[in-house]
C-alpha cells in the first residue's frame, strides 16, 4: 500500500527524442506527487510535482501526466538533452505528512 | 543558493562502532528529514523532526538510530551499534515547514560503509 513502483530501471535516449518515466501507486490517499532529479554525487532535487486535482503539468521540455483512475503518472522529457541525464526518482506523500514515498528510480542516459 | 551539506562525504566503520552524521539545514527551514538509500534501492524515508522532536519515523528508524539539533545550525543522526546492513547513502533534507508537501531541499548525502 505505501509502495510507489517505477519504470523503467534504466533508459537511454537520444539527443531530442521524448524520455518517458512512469510511476504506479497503490495508497488513493496520496495526494502529492513530486519528481526529483539526482545528478551523480549530488541529492535528488526537485524537478516538478503535481496533485491529483490535475491531469497535465508541465515546465519548460518537462511534463508531468496524472491518471488518477489508473493510479499511474508519469514523467515526459521533451527535447531531450545530454545534460539530462541523471537518475529520476517519483515520490508520492499524503496530507498530514511530510514523509515522501519514494520509487526507485530510473537512470536517463541522453546520448548525443 | 542556499542549500544542504552533509558531512563527511564518506564514512567507514566497523561493525558495532557508532557514528555521526552530520547536516547543515538551509537556515530559514525549519522540518528536518534523513533518509538512506541502500545501494540500487530506493530512497526510504527514516524521520522527520520539527521544533527539537521527532515529529514522525519510519520501521526502519529503531532504537539503534537517533536525531539531535545540538545547536542552531546542526541536524545530527547518529546510529548506536552500526550493522553490516546500515551499509547505505544517508541523505538530510529541509523544508521550510509551513505545510505539508511543500519542496524538501536535499543535501548531497553521506555514504556510510560499515564493515
Known amino acids: 500500500q505505501q509502495q510507489v513502483k517505477q519504470s523503467p530501471q534504466s533508459l537511454i535516449v537520444q539527443k531530442g527524442g521524448i524520455s518517458i518515466i512512469n510511476c504506479a501507486y497503490e495508497n488513493t490517499a496520496f495526494d502529492y506527487f513530486p519528481w526529483y532529479q539526482q545528478f551523480p554525487g549530488k541529492g535528488p532535487a526537485l524537478l516538478i510535482a503535481?496533485?491529483?486535482?490535475?491531469s497535465e503539468k508541465k515546465e519548460g521540455r518537462f511534463t508531468i501526466s496524472f491518471n488518477k483512475s489508473a493510479k499511474q503518472f508519469s514523467l515526459h522529457i521533451m527535447d531531450s538533452q545530454p545534460g539530462d541525464s541523471a537518475t529520476y526518482f517519483c515520490a508520492a506523500s499524503k496530507w498530514g505528512t511530510y514523509k515522501y514515498i519514494f520509487g526507485t528510480g530510473t537512470r536517463l542516459k541522453v546520448l548525443a | 543558493e542556499p542549500e544542504v551539506t552533509q558531512t563527511p562525504s564518506h564514512q567507514v566503520t566497523q561493525m558495532g562502532q557508532e557514528v555521526i552524521l552530520r547536516c547543515v539545514p538551509i537556515?530559514?527551514?525549519?522540518?528536518f528529514y534523513w533518509y538512506r538509500q541502500i545501494l540500487g534501492q530506493k530512497v526510504e524515508f527514516l524521520v522527520s523532526?520539527?521544533?527539537?522532536?521527532?515529529?514522525?519515523k519510519s520501521e526502519i528508524f529503531d532504537d539503534q538510530f537517533s536525531v539531535e539539533r545540538p545547536d542552531g545550525s546542526n541536524f545530527t543522526l547518529k546510529i548506536r551499534s552500526t550493522k553490516l546492513e546500515d551499509s547505505a547513502m544517508y541523505f538530510c533534507?529541509?523544508?521550510?515547514?509551513?505545510?505539508?508537501?511543500?519542496?524538501?531541499?536535499f543535501g548531497p548525502g553521506t555514504r556510510l560503509l560499515v564493515l
Open positions: 537556515s530559514n527551514h525549519l522540518y
Open positions: 503535481i496533485r491529483p486535482d490535475v
Open positions: 533534507a529541509s523544508s521550510i515547514g509551513t505545510t505539508f508537501q511543500e519542496t524538501q531541499y
Open positions: 523532526f520539527y521544533n527539537n522532536e521527532i515529529s514522525e
